[in-house]
Every structure is written in structure tokens, then in C-alpha cells.
């Protein structure tokens, strides 16, 4: 019988190290975010923001899960969700600027002059607008 139970120390002490380093690393992504958030280096609203606060709450969370700490692993996946909610937001506001974009492009490029001036993309790509609008 004791080397049954010599042998479920042994998993639980392996669980319990992976766990700490789970932890630990958690917790640095969470500090190094904030750190490089203050500094300028990334933006509240960047993805890769989003990303190590979404990573470093994922571990701090499984890791406080596997020691019991409850209200840590609530808080610290909490952390993990808001990130996620974070990044998708960011996406989303992207891609609706991104369309906007597009459709500017198009309804400029279909939309002639009324005085017969060019058009703001002939002009910055370098284009004689005198030769355009003579066509």
C-alpha cells in the first residue's frame, strides 16, 4: 500500500510543479503586459494586448484551479474572457473599418468629378489629371 500512495505524491508533486510554473508564467505575460501597455509599446487595443492578458489569465487560472484557489481561478479566467471579449471587439471594429474603407474606394473610383476634377485617388497615385479628365 505505500507504494501505492508513494506514487500518487509523486503525481500529485508533478501536478502541483507544473502548476507553479503554469502560475508563474501567467503572471509574468499579466505584469509584462501592463508594463509594456505603460510604456507606450502596446495599445489597450491591439490584439497582441489582448492575447498575453487572454494567455496569462488562462494559465493563472488552471494553475490557482489545480491548488483549489477558487476565487484566484475565477478571477484570473475572468481576466481570460475580458481579453477574449477584448480581441473580438477589436476584430470586429476592424473589419467594419476596413469595409468603409472599400466602399469609399469603390464610390470614389465610379464617381466622376461634377467640374471635372480629379478625383483624390488620381491625384495621389501620381496620374496627370489634366489627361484624365480629357478622355
Known amino acids: 500500500m505505500s507504494g501505492r500512495r508513494s506514487a500518487e505524491y509523486e503525481d500529485i ?3 502541483g510543479m ?4 503554469m502560475g508563474w ?3 509574468i505575460g499579466s505584469i509584462s503586459a501592463y508594463i509594456l501597455l505603460s510604456r507606450g509599446q502596446l495599445r489597450a487595443t491591439s490584439l497582441r494586448y489582448s492575447a498575453l492578458n487572454g494567455i496569462a489569465g488562462g494559465l493563472g487560472g488552471c494553475a490557482s484551479a489545480v491548488y483549489g484557489a477558487w476565487p484566484s481561478a475565477a478571477s484570473n479566467l ?3 474572457a475580458v481579453a477574449v471579449y477584448s480581441a ?3 476584430l470586429r471594429i476592424r473589419r467594419a ?3 468603409r474603407a472599400q466602399a469609399a474606394r469603390a464610390q470614389d473610383s465610379s464617381v466622376a468629378h461634377p467640374l471635372g476634377l480629379a478625383r483624390a485617388s ?6 496627370d489629371p489634366t ?3 480629357a478622355a
Open 25 to 27: 508564467i501567467g503572471t
Open 13 to 15: 508533486e508533478e501536478h
Open 88 to 90: 473580438i471587439t477589436t
Open 97 to 99: 473599418q476596413a469595409a
Open 131 to 133: 489627361l484624365l479628365n
Open 122 to 127: 488620381e491625384v495621389s497615385s501620381g496620374l
Open 78 to 80: 475572468l481576466w481570460s
Open 18 to 21: 507544473i502548476a507553479a510554473a
